[in-house]
């Protein structure tokens, strides 16, 4: 069993900083990419940043230059720094995490999501 499990949501006004994190547990042999997803109301969830095991990132460009994925490989664990926000990154924000079992089969886990409400 595996379980992903992300945290750090609130309420935040615009300019302010967040900071997400989601961990990974179980049975794990080898976790690929991490990343961060977001659905704001009426809208399809879109990547905001991931990041492989080699340390490859990749951006949405809303956030360029404002949010920075980290992982830290020993605890399983990615973070989402998010600063400058604005009004417009408010969403429920979800973590994956690609993992790979013992048998060498690759499953994508999500986390349950967290809120994020960035007001003006």
């Known amino acids: 069993q595996v379980q992903v499990v992300d945290s750090g949501g609130g309420l935040v006004q615009a300019g302010g900083s967040l900071r997400l994190s989601c961990a990974a547990s179980g049975s794990i042999f080898r976790i690929n990419a991490m990343g961060w997803y977001r659905q704001a109301p009426g809208k399809q969830r879109e990547l905001v940043a991931i990041m492989t095991s080699g340390g490859t990132t990749n951006y949405a460009d809303s956030v360029k230059g404002r949010f920075t994925i980290s992982r830290d490989n020993a605890k399983n664990t990615v973070y989402l720094q998010m600063n400058s926000l604005k009004p417009e990154d408010t969403a429920v924000y979800y973590c994956?995490?690609?993992?790979?079992?013992?048998?060498?089969?690759?499953?994508?886990?999500w986390g349950q999501g967290t809120q994020v409400t960035v007001s003006s």
């Open positions: 994956n995490a690609d993992i790979r079992d013992s048998e060498g089969y690759v499953f994508r886990y």
